[in-house]
């Protein structure tokens, strides 16, 4: 982490986190209106769907970078190859899934279960180091089933620390069986106290937290401790707050973008996917939320939800939303 002032300028010190179905391309353009420093996470992609698609699953547009592309997969192999296709798309970074608790991710033996399998990690992470040059980090949790204790974290880092600077903690425990994924994001207690004693024991490390994080007071109270804070679902359910991050976390000076602005932004680009045949209810979905509790929000939502599957739907779909909530 390098300091200048009491502004750090650690790539991840801000977040959104991957989510699958949710950070799409498109959500990740728009989050982007709102902030230009904060890192952006790609949904998880595994090493063999990239491998095996039929389409280019890497594709983005640059100027949704900063973006860290996370993987899913357990071969290093496999792994390596992605690795350095990810790099010549021109990711900022790569991030392995080692918090994941779903069936599917277990059965192909990859996401949180590797929690128990640091050899294994270390082999990934080593076979993607020596692909590229970018960084490659991991997310995980703070342990699985009953490897929860303090001294399993530890020696989980441990033994990684070797070939990987950079932890992303989703800072409560997986169950692997018995609880949905949306569960293992509920249920397991946050316990931050254990992410901030990484930190401490290892200070050379930049740590990250994540895990029921929703306000800026809360960021910057976490900062005290930690390299960086990672936030899913209150930035896709409340992008708005992603608007006061380049101000508040990178002392940038331009003006805080409003949602209604941000909104505006997307328009050269909802014209583009468009006109190369994306259809619009597949771009609107991270913006539906764009507006909380304010007046003409429901009308907003309503008036996108009926009619962007429509045949033919376009910008003015959006026009018309946005101004429920001008007027
Ligand atoms: C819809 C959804 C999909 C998710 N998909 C992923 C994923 O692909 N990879 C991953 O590491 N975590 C995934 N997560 C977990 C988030 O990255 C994050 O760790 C978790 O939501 C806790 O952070 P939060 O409380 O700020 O939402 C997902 C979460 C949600 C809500």
Known sequence: MTTNNSISYYQGRFSVAP???????????FHRQFTKHSLLYSEMITAPAILNAKYDLLHFEKAENPVVLQLGGSDPKQLAKCA?????????????????????VQNGMFGACLMAK????LDCIKAMKNEVSIPVTVKHRIGIDDLDSYAFLYDFIQKLQPVCNDF??????????????????????LDYERVYQIKKDFPHLNISINGGIKTIDEIKQHLNFVDGVMVGREAFQNPALLGHIDNVLFDS?????????AIEKMFPYIERQLSQGVFLNHIVHPILNTFQSCRGAKQW???????AYKKGAGIEVIETALNFVKS
């Open 19 to 29: 989510m699958l179905d949710w950070t799409t391309r498109h959500c990740r353009y």
């Open 118 to 121: 640091p050899e294994l990690v």
């Open 84 to 104: 350095k296709l990810v790099e010549q798309c021109g990711y900022t970074e790569i991030n392995l899934n080692v918090g994941c608790p779903s069936d599917r």
């Open 301 to 307: 939502r309503r008036h996108i939800s009926e009619n």
């Open 168 to 189: 992303i903690i989703h800072a409560r425990k997986a169950w692997l069986s018995g609880l949905s994924p949306k569960q293992n994001r509920e249920i397991p207690p």
């Open 253 to 261: 000076s331009a003006p805080i973008i409003t949602p209604i602005e």
